[in-house]
């Protein structure tokens, strides 16, 4: 053994967890391999039947013809690899539409599988906050303490913006409408390495926003970030669309950086706050139902 080398027999248990915790600190998140592997296609890939004991009798050839005239068009899971995309966004479509409430929509997306993001994730993210609140606020996808919660914007992200819109008399356990948010996602699955959303997953999640937005019935939106400006306007550019109010869903919505991006750059907490001035000052000038 070379000088000033510690082989890995030679490491005792206290020594391996400080330095874990070491790599955490630092932001390794991930455990990784010496060669990238694709879990999702793995998960994806087709099992072979076992041969059935038997043949079975045979059949009339009208038999045959209209058992497969009855069978459903896709036979595999919504999302795999051979399913067309438009395919995809028109089953989120009818879902979507289907949905008469907020729980039956959040039940409709739950078991949409068109999304390969739902087989790695622990937990469904549907919503926080209050339905029916004037701010409804849309973020990128859960992280992964939303992920291990079941709920958007619980990390230091949503942290921080509990504070940004308490500075604005707003909050989410609120309970009457005025004060209130209302918070989703984009996308409601976590996505892996907290990478954003591709645009196959944002096309097929945005039929399911639209009809959230449709239920909850906000005033207004906060788009938080590029993503979700991406999927509601068909934009990017975050530090160029922030502040500069949009229109989505029928509605104003108001482009903002995203949290976790403040945490990153506190010189643009300044840009954030003029943008909450904004927010807060066309609620003043749109009393609710007017």
């Not at 942290?159 to 989703?184: C, S, V, W």
Request: a negative charge; aromatic letters at 6%; proline letters at 10%.
């Amino acid at each position: 053994m070379n000088a000033g080398r510690i082989g890995i027999h030679e490491i005792d248990g206290a020594t391996a967890l400080a330095l874990l915790e070491w790599q955490v600190e630092l932001g390794a998140d991930e455990p990784m391999l010496d060669a990238p592997a694709d879990r999702f296609a793995e998960s994806a890939a087709p099992r072979v039947p076992p041969a059935p004991a038997s043949a079975p009798p045979p059949r009339a050839a009208g038999a045959a013809t209209a058992a497969s005239a009855a069978a459903p068009s896709a036979t595999a899971p919504a999302g795999a690899p051979d399913v067309p995309a438009h395919d995809v966004v028109a089953e989120a479509e009818a879902l979507a539409a289907a949905a008469r409430d907020l729980p039956g929509l959040a039940a409709a997306q739950e078991r949409f599988d068109g999304i390969a993001l739902k087989r790695g994730a622990r937990n469904f993210v549907f919503s926080d906050g209050r339905p029916g609140a004037r701010v409804m606020i849309i973020g990128e996808a859960p992280g992964e303490e939303e992920d291990q919660q079941g709920r958007p914007f619980v990390g230091r992200a949503g942290q921080l913006l509990d504070q940004m819109f308490a500075a604005i008399g707003m909050d989410r356990h609120a309970t009457d409408a005025e004060r209130a948010l209302y918070i989703t996602n984009v996308l409601p699955w976590h996505p892996p390495g907290n990478r954003r959303p591709e645009p196959a997953e944002i096309a097929a999640s945005l039929p399911f926003l639209a009809r959230h937005v449709e239920l909850a019935g906000p005033d207004v939106l906060v788009l938080m970030g590029n993503s979700a400006c991406q999927a509601v306007l068909g934009r990017v550019g975050i530090t160029r669309l922030r502040g500069n109010w949009a229109s989505a869903f029928h509605r104003p919505a108001l482009p903002m950086t995203h949290p976790a991006y403040l945490l990153r750059n506190p010189i643009a907490k300044r840009e954030a706050w003029a943008d909450l001035l904004s927010l807060q000052t066309w609620l003043e000038s749109h009393p609710a139902g007017s």
